[in-house]
Structures are given as structure tokens and as C-alpha cells.
């Protein structure tokens, strides 16, 4: 079981890797780290599908409407409300199921916040390796 639920970390980093090719004034998230966190495959995923993200985009939402859309809506909420959150001073953040997200890494309202992730061992160390080598 935790195997498969591994498997899941890099998924929806690959959105958001692709979501950066777009003009900075046209994307919902920003995350530089996206396609450095991303092992090998996914990399090479990331560069085609980049190639095409328009079609790419168009065939997805025919066949499950709201999934691009949704994935970086819920990022952006998610950033949102943490760097708000930061800004009235909390002690700590926890991330379960971290999975391959950078939140962590890329907000600056982060900086002086303790932040724990958890999640399946396999993801942790697969992360740890890609972004600190």
C-alpha cells in the first residue's frame, strides 16, 4: 500500500512544472523548484508536454473537466493561506502528505517558520535527494 501512495508524489508536480511554461502573467502558480524536484522521467515528461500544454490542457478537460484548473486553484488556496497565516505570526506549519510539494522551500513568509512534512518514506527521501544534490 504505501508503495502505490509513493508512486502518487511527483503527479501533481508535473502540472505545475508544465504550468510554468506558460507567461509568468498567465499562470496561477509560481514555483520555480517544480521541474528541479521532479525525478528524471518526469522531467522529460514535463519538457514535451511543455512543447504542447495547449493541447495538452484542451485534451485533459474533455476528459476530466476542472483537473488543471483545480490542481493549481487548490496550490494558489494553499499559498495563500499559509503565507496569511504566517503573517499573523504562527509557530509552525505541517504538511501531511508533503509529497513532492515545495511550499515549503519557495515561500518567503515561510522563512522563519518551523515546517515539518510527512509522508511516505519513499517520497521523503526521493525529495531530499532531488533537491539538495
Not at 14 to 34: H, M, T, Y
Amino acid at each position: 500500500m504505501s508503495r502505490k501512495a509513493a508512486q502518487t508524489g511527483p503527479g501533481a508536480m508535473v502540472l505545475v512544472a508544465i504550468e510554468q511554461a506558460f507567461p509568468e502573467s498567465e499562470r496561477i502558480v509560481d514555483d520555480d523548484l517544480a521541474y528541479r524536484i521532479l525525478p528524471l522521467g518526469s522531467r522529460m515528461n514535463v519538457w514535451i508536454s511543455s512543447r504542447i500544454k495547449d493541447w495538452l490542457i484542451k485534451k485533459t478537460e474533455e476528459k476530466v473537466p476542472g483537473l488543471w484548473g483545480g490542481i493549481m486553484a487548490r496550490k494558489r488556496y494553499i499559498d495563500e493561506i499559509v503565507t496569511t497565516a504566517a503573517g499573523g505570526h504562527i509557530e509552525a506549519v505541517v504538511n501531511l502528505g508533503a509529497g513532492f510539494d515545495t511550499r515549503a522551500f519557495r515561500l518567503p513568509a515561510l522563512a522563519e517558520v518551523a515546517v515539518w512534512e510527512v509522508d511516505q518514506p519513499e517520497n521523503i527521501e526521493a525529495k531530499s535527494c532531488l533537491l539538495y544534490t
